[in-house]
């Protein structure tokens, strides 16, 4: 064979093998096509009737439980507002806040009143507090963000479910001694949905 035609003959066995090997780097074709999880909107959250949503959710688990409902209390949502701000602005999540101070000294500072007597018991108030999210997963796609919005109801629900699945919680919920209640809401950055509930 001549020189000319064993070289060009090299050459197309490299070219063949060359793309043989990138063929082979590609991996095997899926079946089907990846279908992009859906693009869903930021739902619009209004916090004073979500607030009111929960308060509505938390009577019909009191009526369900052959209890008369509570009376919405806007000097309690005051405070309960007051308390979600601040465990989402300072990072922490409890009763108590990062100086000790509970409940009963938030009632104090806004000028709140309760006292609640049941035979020689004086009750002077309790508080619930929940974590939600506005969204409950997030996947991403090269760089681009696909969130699982919660709607206004479900965050509602979730909230009240919550509490009822938690004894204490629901022990608060069920107490037939209290006669008011109020709620109160923060949403911070993150997504993270801070709920207070103070009772009297």
């Not at 090997?21 to 990846?34: L, N």
């Not at 007051?82 to 922490?92: A, E, L, T």
């Not at 206004?152 to 209640?181: C, F």
């Amino acid at each position: 064979m001549p020189r000319a035609s064993l070289k060009k003959v090299i050459r197309n066995l490299a070219l063949i093998i060359l793309l043989s090997s990138v063929a082979s780097c590609a991996g095997p074709r899926p079946d089907h096509a990846y279908k992009l999880p859906e693009r869903k909107s930021k739902p619009s959250i209004n916090i004073l009737k979500l607030e009111k949503a929960i308060h509505s959710l938390i009577n019909n688990e009191r009526q369900r439980n052959g209890l008369p409902p509570m009376a919405w209390d806007d000097a309690l949502a005051k405070i309960a507002r007051k308390h979600s701000k601040d465990m989402s602005k300072r990072n922490y999540f409890d009763h108590y806040s990062p100086e000790g101070r509970d409940f009963v000294y938030r009632y104090q500072r806004d000028g709140y009143h309760c006292s609640i007597h049941v035979g020689r018991t004086i009750h002077m108030g309790a508080e619930n507090i929940a974590l939600n999210n506005l969204y409950d997963s997030v996947t991403t796609i090269n760089g681009k963000a696909f969130y699982d919005w919660n709607p206004q109801d479900k965050i509602a629900a979730t909230t009240v479910q919550g509490w009822m699945n938690s004894p204490g919680h629901r022990k608060n919920i069920l107490e037939p001694y209290w006669k008011n209640e109020g709620i109160g809401l923060f949403i911070g950055p993150d997504g993270k949905v801070y709920i207070t509930q103070n009772f009297c």
